[in-house]
């Protein structure tokens, strides 16, 4: 496994070695003791979620301010521009994004740690994207800030219809009156 540095510090992009040949490849996805050493990130993961979405579902920002969760995310099928927003006030990359082209085909992963927001949209015709949370989901907890925010300035794709949003996502607030982490 290879881990590439972002542009935010503690958002890690993940690049599996990928064993092929003329029959298909095999990758391992997940290995805790491999994932800590790489990234020194030691954490246990409590739940994993997949979801599929059509092109131009936009999912996100979301986040829970109580029981962050950290997410290590990955698309099996498809394509999706993946995003990750630091939403810790005393981080010196506060408000800032990172975002990376994540596929079945690049087959990269991303570390998104608690303390950040995160959403996708699908730029395939359809996408199924997998992640790995350290914490459970908490809907009471969870919040939404909008995918265009203009304090964000978020450099989305250009889409050829869309973005469609679910009415949580279409209701997101901006930063400035998001709950955000110390």
């Known amino acids: 496994m290879k881990v590439v540095p972002t542009t935010l510090a503690d958002v890690l992009l993940i690049e599996p070695r990928v064993f092929g040949d003329a029959r298909g490849f095999f990758f391992e996805s997940f290995n805790q003791r491999a994932f800590s ?90 996408a199924e994207f997998l992640y790995k949370t350290t914490d459970y989901y908490a809907p009471e907890h969870e919040q939404c800030i909008a995918w265009n925010d203009p304090a964000l300035c978020i450099a989305w794709p250009e889409l050829t ?11 997101g607030r901006s930063l400035a009156q998001a709950p955000v982490f110390d």
């Open 161 to 171: 219809a869309g973005p469609h949003l679910s009415a949580k996502d279409l209701a």
């Open 37 to 126: 050493k790489a990234t020194g990130v030691g954490v246990p993961f409590v739940q994993d979620n997949h979801s599929r979405s059509a092109q131009g579902v936009l999912r996100g920002l979301h986040y829970q301010i109580l029981q962050p969760q950290g997410k290590l995310v990955r698309v099996s099928h498809g394509e999706v521009f993946d995003v990750a927003v630091d939403l810790r006030k005393s981080s010196p990359t506060f408000g800032k994004w990172v975002g990376a082209l994540l596929s079945a085909e690049n087959k990269l992963q991303m570390w998104v740690p608690p303390g950040f927001a995160h959403g996708f949209v699908v730029l395939s015709e359809a």
